[in-house]
């Protein structure tokens, strides 16, 4: 089991966020750490741990936002002009926790950046509940960060054979289980049929859920889903998708172990669930 399916390691104090007084204690607190994020994502660490310092000087509502407690002890992030690598270089050497917090950190920085204006009224907008929102002050519209919903699916045939495929952009030989994002008026289900249908002309039979998983580039929530396909003929979208075949365990195997196909990184959902697959196990306990 992943360890996004069990309770995270944040405390989001949701109950306190409003009282500033509070918040500015937590950031006071001589226990309490901040962790820089520039506007691209990147981050400081060690090599296999995320860099905090402690925090320092005056409490500043507009620049010092509180990711919630860890083990206690608050945690805050802070926008900074550059840091050391982007998210994705490090995110393999990263503990569980460590990677849950980055998470957060880099998708509240990089939303804050996005969102730094009302929607309704286009005025500048101003952080409110430690960061956690932005309201306006000519509307009073209060604005959140979102997180698009995007499928991910693990289709296989009659066979038992996994579907990969790939696109023109990813590094030489990467392959990866076909993903997709939801459209307006669109259940989780039907983005599934639709993305299938649309990247390699498949149809599908079975859909089931298997699980969650947080992506913050830019700001995702994918949805992975196991499907079975009606048909075995593939018919790539020219525009999508450079490459689709179908292969067996042994296969998938031969191929990786030559090197001429690679996975996606250990830490994303893409890969438990190809790996689920591998051993036998595409089921919502092993992938969520």
Request: proline residues 6%; hydrophobic residues 40%.
């Amino acid at each position: 089991m992943s360890h996004w399916k069990r309770a995270g390691v944040l405390d989001r104090c949701e109950d306190r966020r409003s009282d500033p007084a509070w918040v500015a204690e937590c950031w006071a607190n001589n226990e309490a750490r901040v962790i820089g994020v520039d506007r691209e994502g990147r981050v400081d660490h060690d090599g296999g741990a995320l860099s905090f310092v402690a925090t320092e000087g005056p409490y500043d509502a507009d620049q010092h936002f509180l990711l919630g407690l860890w083990d206690g002890a608050p945690l805050f992030v802070r926008a900074v002009p550059t840091a050391q690598d982007g998210l994705r270089a490090v995110i393999g050497g990263l503990s569980v926790e460590h990677l849950q917090v980055a998470f957060a950190a880099v998708g509240l920085i990089g939303w804050h950046h996005r969102a730094g204006f009302c929607p309704a009224c286009g005025t500048a907008s101003q952080p409110v509940l430690a960061g956690l929102s932005r309201r306006c002050p000519s509307c009073g519209m209060e604005d959140y960060p979102r997180s698009d919903a995007a499928v991910i699916m693990a289709v296989t045939d009659a066979e038992d054979r996994l579907l990969l495929a790939r696109q023109p952009v990813w590094p030489s030989g990467m392959y990866s289980v076909l993903a997709g994002f939801a459209e307006v008026g669109e259940s989780l289900e039907q983005t599934v049929h639709r993305e299938v249908a649309e990247e390699v002309g498949l149809e599908l039979g079975q859909v089931r859920y298997l699980g969650s998983q947080p992506w913050p580039f830019p700001r995702s929530l994918m949805v992975a889903f196991a499907a079975e396909s009606t048909g075995t003929e593939l018919r790539p979208s020219p525009t999508e998708v450079e490459d689709a075949c179908w292969v067996t365990r042994d296969e998938l195997r031969e191929r990786v172990s030559a090197g001429s196909m690679s996975l996606p990184m250990a830490a994303s959902i893409a890969r438990r669930m190809i790996e689920a697959w591998l051993d036998g196990e595409l089921t919502a306990e092993r992938v969520g």
